[in-house]
Structures are given as C-alpha cells and as structure tokens.
Nanobody, 114 residues
Framework: QVQFVESGGGVVQPGGSLRLSCAVS????????MGWYRQAPGKQRDLVAH???????NYADSVKGRFTISRDNAKNTMYLQMNSLKPEDTAVYYC????????WGQGTQVTVSS
C-alpha cells in the first residue's frame, strides 16, 4: 500500500521561503511521474508542479519562476522549494502521482501572512 507523507509547511511572511518534502513508501516512487498539489480553503485541489521519471518538469503559471520541484529516487523523496511566497500560496500542499491515485496523505499546511 503506497503512502505519501508531506512535511515542511509552516507560517511565513510574504516574500519568504519554505521547502516541502514528500516521502513515498511502497517502492513505486521511481516508476511514476510525481506531482505537488494544493488546496486552498473553499477551492478545489489543483496541480502545482510535476516531475517525470526522466526529470522533465512542468509548473502551473501561478508558481513559475518561484517554485522548484525536484526528486531523489534513491531516497523515494520529492521536494518543493518555494521562494517569494505570496498570500495566495496559502493552502494545504499534497504530493501524489500524476495522474493522482486515490490515496492521499495528510498534507502540510502553508500559510503566507504578515
């Protein structure tokens, strides 16, 4: 059974940075495109960025130039470096495969506020 464990969220002022981590169990990590998703209060869950097994990367327009996704297949871990954070980045951030599986982790809360 695959499990996704997100960490690294917190409260940060606008313009600040955070680095999220996603640990994946179940020995599937290296075989799948992985994605970071986020869900703001009252909104649907949206894809923020994804990275293929060959490390091809794509970002949502709203985070281009500010967020950097990466993966370490040896550690079954994916990362999201978030710089120049804005209040509109406030959300719960999740990781999953892309397309997403039906299994979701608890997510990690990111709050950008002065």
């Amino acid at each position: 059974q695959v499990q996704f464990v997100e960490s690294g969220g917190g409260v940060v002022q606008p313009g600040g940075s955070l680095r999220l981590s996603c640990a994946v169990s179940g020995n599937i990590f290296r075989f799948f495109t992985m994605g970071w998703y986020r869900q703001a209060p009252g909104k649907q869950r949206d894809l923020v960025a994804h990275i293929t097994t060959g490390s091809t990367i794509n970002y949502a327009d709203s985070v281009k130039g500010r967020f950097t996704i990466s993966r370490d297949n040896a550690k079954n871990t994916m990362y999201l470096q978030m710089n120049s954070l804005k209040p509109e980045d406030t959300a719960v951030y999740y990781c999953n495969t892309r397309p997403s599986s039906t299994t979701w982790g608890q997510g990690t809360q990111v709050t950008v506020s002065s």
